[in-house]
């Protein structure tokens, strides 16, 4: 079997209990530890600020902090690494303590031996990795579930406003085409214009609410991402945006509708390319195609701002944005989101801050579009 490598940043301003945890980790296994060290809390910010680490070794008591404090610090910058707390022989309650506060588990110092400290990093990563798991599907289903409620909701309020608009655009036009005096004809085209820009707002909470019927026909996705740079190619190139495509050319056709299809990589295109471009004036795009089993993955990576957690979860709500008034709608992701779920797929967002975004889009492949290999 493969030799296995898991880093690990051990915290602690020992150098006793350093040499001796490194000594009981350099052993020979089929194992290897990679560890790095830090003395202070600050150091291990610093080093977790660059650094992705697979398992934190976390004294409690360090010269900058001390106590349950230092777990809580550590646990808010690096919450999705496990942490194993190392406390003294007379401290079992803050070990307790610790495991409440979001530690995997904690060690005692001078109770530790080999087997038990690497058993403890072992299950600390395997533990960490199912509650990831679990927490990630949580927030998948609370997301889709609120947006469901969301899109009835929409879906109500657009039906009840669209007659009434139809008929102030309707007379708006009417009363146009009569012989009225210059001035009111523009105040009459000011009505008509606005009630339209109402309409095609109400026309985005609709396709937002899964309500635009799709006009299916065989297409291949990288044709549809091709025909969308195109498209974007002057505003793209006018924003110093490099665009890099890996589209593989394997991707079976499938029944989608093209137009809409379009307009949703379309917008993840031009927010990557707003939001890299109001960040840095510049940026770098890149969009992949993969067939994975029955799924074809479509991911949009930038290396713009990237989304701050707390965004995140409401990405995909209408009239979301974080541009000021006039900027945006709000409503770019919304439409991607109805588009997305209404071929039966999924869309979701990854990011980190100051780093960049990825937006992937996954469409399934029905079983007869599986012999369909567009070369
Ligand atoms: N690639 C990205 N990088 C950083 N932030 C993003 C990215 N894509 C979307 N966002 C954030 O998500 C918000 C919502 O995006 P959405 O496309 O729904 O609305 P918008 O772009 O603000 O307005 P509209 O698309 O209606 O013109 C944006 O305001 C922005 O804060
Ligand atoms: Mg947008």
């Given at each position: 079997?493969?030799?296995?490598?898991?880093?690990?940043?051990?915290?602690?301003?020992?150098?006793?209990?350093?040499?001796?945890?490194?000594?009981?980790?350099?052993?020979?296994?089929?194992?290897?530890?990679?560890?790095?060290?830090?003395?202070?809390?600050?150091?291990?910010?610093?080093?977790?600020?660059?650094?992705?680490?697979?398992?934190?070794?976390?004294?409690?008591?360090?010269?900058?902090?001390?106590?349950?404090?230092?777990?809580?610090?550590?646990?808010?910058?690096?919450?999705?690494?496990?942490?194993?707390?190392?406390?003294?022989?007379?401290?079992?309650?803050?070990?307790?303590?610790?495991?409440?506060?979001?530690?995997?588990?904690?060690?005692?110092?001078?109770?530790?031996?080999?087997?038990?400290?690497?058993?403890?990093?072992?299950?600390?990563?395997?533990?960490?990795?199912?509650?990831?798991?679990?927490?990630r599907l949580q927030l998948q289903l609370n997301l889709s579930n609120r947006l469901a409620s969301l899109g009835l909701m929409?879906?109500?309020?657009?039906?009840?406003?669209?007659?009434?608009?139809?008929?102030?655009?309707?007379?708006?036009?009417?009363?146009?085409?009569?012989?009225?005096?210059?001035?009111?004809?523009?105040?009459?085209?000011?009505?008509?214009?606005?009630?339209?820009?109402?309409?095609?707002?109400?026309?985005?909470?609709?396709?937002?609410?899964?309500?635009?019927?799709?006009?299916?026909?065989?297409?291949?996705?990288?044709?549809?991402?091709e025909a969308t740079l195109k498209l974007r190619a002057y505003p793209l190139e006018d924003s110093n945006i490099t665009v890099?495509?890996?589209?593989?050319?394997?991707?079976?056709?499938?029944?989608?509708?093209?137009?809409?299809?379009?307009?949703?990589?379309?917008?993840?295109?031009?927010?990557?390319?707003?939001?890299?471009?109001?960040?840095?004036?510049?940026?770098?795009?890149?969009?992949?195609?993969?067939?994975?089993?029955?799924?074809?993955?479509?991911?949009f990576t930038d290396d713009g701002p990237g989304i701050a957690e707390a965004n995140l979860v409401h990405l995909f709500d209408?009239?979301?944005?974080?541009?000021?008034?006039?900027?945006?709608?709000?409503?770019?992701?919304?439409?991607?989101?109805?588009?997305?779920?209404?071929?039966?797929?999924?869309?979701?967002?990854?990011?980190?801050?100051?780093?960049?975004?990825?937006?992937?889009?996954?469409?399934?492949?029905?079983?007869?579009?599986?012999?369909?290999?567009?070369?």
């Amino acid at each position: 079997m493969a030799d296995k490598r898991i880093n690990i940043l051990l915290v602690e301003d020992n150098s006793g209990d350093r040499r001796l945890i490194s000594e009981m980790l350099a052993e020979a296994g089929n194992v290897t530890f990679d560890v790095k060290y830090a003395d202070r809390l600050q150091a291990a910010m610093e080093y977790l600020s660059q650094n992705r680490v697979e398992v934190i070794l976390l004294d409690l008591g360090l010269p900058d902090s001390q106590g349950l404090e230092t777990l809580k610090k550590t646990y808010a910058q690096v919450s999705e690494t496990p942490i194993v707390v190392l406390t003294g022989l007379n401290d079992e309650m803050i070990g307790t303590q610790a495991v409440n506060e979001g530690a995997q588990d904690y060690l005692i110092k001078g109770q530790v031996d080999t087997n038990l400290l690497r058993r403890t990093i072992r299950y600390a990563i395997e533990r960490k990795q199912a509650e990831e798991k679990e927490r990630r599907l949580q927030l998948q289903l609370n997301l889709s579930n609120r947006l469901a409620s969301l899109g009835l909701m929409v879906e109500g309020i657009a039906h009840e406003i669209n007659n009434p608009l139809t008929s102030v655009i309707g007379f708006a036009q009417m009363v146009m085409s009569e012989d009225i005096p210059e001035n009111t004809r523009e105040d009459v085209k000011t009505i008509g214009d606005n009630a339209q820009r109402v309409a095609d707002i109400m026309k985005n909470l609709l396709t937002f609410a899964q309500q635009q019927k799709l006009e299916r026909t065989y297409i291949n996705v990288n044709d549809i991402i091709e025909a969308t740079l195109k498209l974007r190619a002057y505003p793209l190139e006018d924003s110093n945006i490099t665009v890099t495509t890996q589209l593989d050319p394997a991707l079976p056709s499938i029944m989608a509708d093209a137009t809409l299809l379009q307009q949703a990589f379309l917008n993840l295109v031009i927010n990557a390319e707003t939001a890299m471009k109001l960040a840095h004036g510049k940026g770098s795009l890149l969009i992949k195609t993969a067939l994975i089993s029955d799924t074809i993955q479509i991911s949009f990576t930038d290396d713009g701002p990237g989304i701050a957690e707390a965004n995140l979860v409401h990405l995909f709500d209408p009239f979301f944005s974080t541009r000021g008034f006039g900027q945006g709608t709000g409503l770019g992701l919304s439409v991607c989101y109805g588009i997305i779920t209404e071929h039966n797929g999924q869309i979701y967002a990854k990011s980190q801050l100051d780093r960049g975004s990825v937006f992937t889009v996954e469409l399934p492949v029905v079983a007869e579009e599986k012999n369909l290999v567009v070369a």
